[in-house]
């Protein structure tokens, strides 16, 4: 439901505080907060803060797992208008480093498992001025000591929508991340619109698994707390867990990654656990393979609900809606990432950034009050990724059928062109993805002196098997263009991803371009 008197993400925990104080918010590493004591917890942290010198428009770092000290610290930083930067905590030491000081945090807070990478790096933290421990370490305050002694009264720092609220790194897979500054505005309009749409209701239950580093998790997690719904908190993504919290808590909303779903859909247990009060599973965040969402269908037995969106976006901007998900309704919707929602406005444009006609396939723009305020300390990267006019650039290629459903290929940069046709991968990743011996795979464009680029497939085999190249291939033909086919298919034990899930091209294809000067892409 709208909740006008939400304006803000602060709002959020004194709206409900004040309105529905012993309502749970949180169920996380056994512990169980209300409203009321995220509100007051919140609350401290932002004296704490502001104690220690943060204010208005200042970072705070955050590199630890899933918990409650992540909604603690943003719902903190909030009530000062201080800025929460939640980093990617399976990146290396100095990739940490890199978003540390490119946000200019001030203060960073990190749990237990990674201090081993801020020690590394933090005699070139010049602009920290305080690290705190998320439990005991030797040099830095532990997070709950230094909180403790702090009046749990709310600053009043009043925020405006506009205001950036987080700064979110992209996943970086074709460079060194960007901050996407993200507003007030940005998130409260989408959880406004979009908590109906994504079926919570006075009674919901939300899973929230993905990590919070990433609109995965902490934009699905805001939703729900928006609605004002109990959200169940897991520090990782494990089968066994999720499906142990499905049945403890009755959940009955999540939002999972397709590589998640794929590894639910074969886990043993799933049979002989009781998950019948799941109604909603949204997904996105990465393509599905055709195979993979029939069978999330069969054995879930819920709806599914697909969305499509990016960081800069605020995440979702387009959905398929459950009765979508029909196989025997119309099968190629299952291909597609459905329709925008009310509030989303989207072009499919060519290289000139005209409007083409339904069908063809370009570059897909949107605008809303879900568009990011811009990339932090990058003008340049602002300016080629914003049109003067609002639209974002969201580099994926794809295209809108005439009853504008949207379709997506893959990123415009992962096109490959072999002698002059434009062949999509997620497409050959389809084909390949329906024969029993595949159990993943990844479709690559490769250095050809004939077709400028050749289609290559990294098939991850299934458990047991051994496929053979020809035999793939041969397979995908029946399927499949004759120029779209793979011209060879080598073998991996598995793909590398990204924490969302997406196939890191980049890195695949990085041994083969070795040394060649002139790259298609």
């Known amino acids: 439901m709208s909740r006008p008197d939400i304006v803000t993400i602060a709002d959020i925990v004194r709206v409900h505080g004040e309105k529905n104080p012993n309502a749970v918010a949180l169920v996380a590493s056994g512990r169980t907060i209300t409203f009321a004591e995220l509100d007051a917890r919140s609350s401290q942290v932002a004296q704490a803060f502001a104690a220690s010198g943060v204010g208005f428009g200042d970072r705070v770092a955050f590199v630890e797992k899933n918990g409650v000290e992540f909604f603690d610290v943003v719902f903190g930083l909030a009530k000062l208008g201080a800025v929460a930067v939640p980093v990617n905590w399976r990146l290396a030491a100095p990739e940490m480093l890199h978003i540390i000081k490119d946000a200019g945090a001030r203060a960073v807070v990190v749990g237990s498992e990674f201090f081993g990478h801020i020690e590394a790096v933090e005699d070139q933290l010049s602009g920290v001025e305080m690290v705190l421990a998320i439990s005991d370490h030797a040099r830095w305050p532990a997070f709950d000591d230094w909180l403790a002694g702090h009046p749990t009264d709310d600053p009043g720092v009043e925020s405006a929508s506009d205001d950036v609220a987080l700064l979110m790194y992209t996943s970086g897979t074709t460079g060194a991340p960007k901050g996407v500054m993200l507003t007030n505005g940005n998130y409260i309009s989408k959880s406004a619109g979009i908590a109906a749409h994504w079926r919570f209701t006075n009674d919901s239950v939300a899973l929230a698994v993905m990590p919070m580093f990433h609109q995965a998790g902490s934009g699905w997690a805001l939703v729900g707390l928006h609605e004002g719904c109990p959200t169940v908190v897991l520090r990782d993504v494990e089968p066994a867990a999720i499906l142990d919290a499905i049945a403890r808590h009755r959940v009955t909303n999540m939002l999972l990654v397709p590589a998640v779903i794929q590894k639910l859909v074969i886990a043993d247990d799933l049979g002989a656990v009781d998950i019948s009060s799941l109604r909603t599973v949204v997904y996105g965040a990465s393509p599905i393979t055709d195979d993979v969402l029939l069978k999330g ?63 063809s396939v370009g570059e897909l723009w949107t605008r809303s009050r879900q568009n990011m305020a811009g990339y932090w300390n990058n003008p340049s990267a602002t300016a080629s990724t914003i049109t003067p006019d609002g639209w974002l650039k969201t580099g994926d290629a794809g295209y809108r059928d005439e009853h504008g459903y949207v379709y997506l290929y893959d990123r415009v940069k992962d096109m490959i062109v072999s002698g002059g046709e434009n062949v999509y991968p997620a497409e050959v990743e389809n084909a390949l993805m329906a024969h029993p011996d595949v159990g993943d795979v990844a479709v690559i464009g490769v250095p050809d002196d004939t077709w400028g680029e050749a289609v290559k497939a990294v098939v991850v085999p299934t458990p047991g098997s051994s496929p053979a190249p020809d035999e793939l291939i041969a397979f995908a033909r029946e399927r499949l263009a004759g120029y779209k086919l793979p011209k060879s298919v080598d073998f991996a034990d598995e793909l590398p991803r990204n924490p969302s899930g997406k196939i890191l091209k980049r890195h695949l294809r990085e041994p083969y371009w070795e040394g060649v000067q002139r790259r298609v892409h």
């Open 297 to 359: 269908l069969e054995r879930f037995g819920c709806e599914f609900i697909q969305v499509y969106g990016m960081t800069e976006s605020t995440g979702s901007i387009t959905q398929l809606d459950g009765d979508d998900h029909d196989p025997a309704r119309r099968p190629e919707l299952l291909r597609s990432c459905g329709k925008p929602y009310p509030w989303i406005e989207i072009r499919i444009v060519d290289r000139d950034g005209v409007d083409v006609a339904p069908g």
